[in-house]
């Protein structure tokens, strides 16, 4: 870019394409150019959310990690999981066989024979500050198959 | 010419935009190297998981997982030629295209992150100056005249961008939350919300999000605060001084959003995001000045 016409152009057409979002309904998100609405909307603190669980021999809850989801990003499984949970019996069984196979894999969950896919309605300021635990549904439930 | 273009075109010398170009070309290359396992992963996800966003809209189907990776490798090679400055002009349109197609493709799965975006407006940008006219393999500009435009305009292009997409978040706020965003209460439910979907997904919460979830009040000065730091962005456009003090702030808001809730912004904390609102030449300067009395001692 070596005229100041040229550069004049690239400079007032890329800022200009990046503010122009501002026509678009902030929740209609994109990338790059984005309304950037992350964290922007007000909201209730009480969360109906989608989740999985593992669940020991002995009954107990154990949290999974996100790898077990099949990626490495926390808001990726999140979004995964709210599809997943909230659809279909078939797929929420395919999405709790994938999960199992993962875990069934995991050496630091041999303990871990279940899997559980639950919704759960959680005061999150609640939950946060004493641990409270809100209402949770099973959606679904398979075993963690291992080889003998 | 007016005022304005005398401001958007006032001098800077090549080095500290070619600076710029090292600085965000090498982290454009780190954070794609280090995404590459990701990226394979996200794009074996079920074909119905794909949520097409920006350019991959023109897809229907996910790519094959061997073009998705031979796009990103591509967009590597391409990287690391912008980051040293060879062959420019050819290999910074390629970087930039390539970085934005796949990290479009990466946020095409359901969840678009906001880490990226000005990442890949700046590579963008970059590759529409002439920022390999001095510690470039080869140089774009091989003993000429420097360009009429000059260099200032590409260095102010850059911080534009930086300071509108901080704009534009402020205003999401404001249309999405109105004045009462201020108040403190949207914030402490957006970090108490975020931090319960982290424990739930077995993450780690965030070290001060409890604190502040049970004492609010503080949250309204954070609030305050961060619509302070995007909404007043722009003014960082008026001098040196003004952008850097602006530039502080918001690296501390970033550190904020990591100590409340766990959410990193790799772009701006590592500071390279705000590195145009200052002199970014001495930092390389300095860089080389460590290495020659490193090389002298030895």
Known sequence: ?148 | MTWLGRWWFAPAPAERLAALRIAIGGFALAWLTARLPELVSVAQLPARTLMPVGVTRVLSAPLPLAAVVAIAVVTVLATLGLTAGWRYRLTAPIAALGLLWTLSYRNAWGMVFHTENLLVLHVLALACTPAADAWAVTRARSGGPPPAAGYGWAIKLLAALTCATYLLAGIAKLRLGGLAWAGGEHLRNQIAIDNLRKALLGSAIAPLARLFVAHPDALAGFALGTLAIELGAPLAMCSHRVAKLWAWAAWGFHLGVVLTMNVWFPYPLSWVAFLQMGDAERIVTWLRDCYLRLKLRV
């Not at chain 1, 394409?17 to 309904?25: D, F, S, Y």
Request: glycine share 8%; aromatic share 6%.
């Open chain 1, 1 to 148: 870019m070596r005229s100041r016409l040229a550069a004049a152009i690239v400079s007032i057409g890329l800022v200009a394409v990046v503010l122009a979002v501002v026509v678009r309904r902030p929740e209609d998100d994109g990338f790059p150019l984005s309304t950037f609405p992350m964290f922007a909307s007000p909201r209730p603190a009480t969360l109906s959310v989608g989740y999985a669980q593992g669940v020991t021999a002995a009954g107990a809850a154990r949290a999974l990690r996100v790898r077990h989801l099949g990626t490495s990003e926390a808001m990726q499984a999140f979004a995964m999981l709210q599809r997943g949970v909230g659809g279909k019996l078939t797929d929420r069984q395919a999405l709790c066989q994938a999960i199992a196979a993962r875990v069934a894999a995991d050496e630091d969950y041999r303990e871990v024979v279940a899997i559980r896919l639950l919704w759960g309605q959680h005061d999150a300021v609640a939950y946060l500050a004493d641990g409270t635990i809100g209402h949770e549904t099973e959606r679904a439930r398979c075993a963690v198959a291992r080889a003998p």
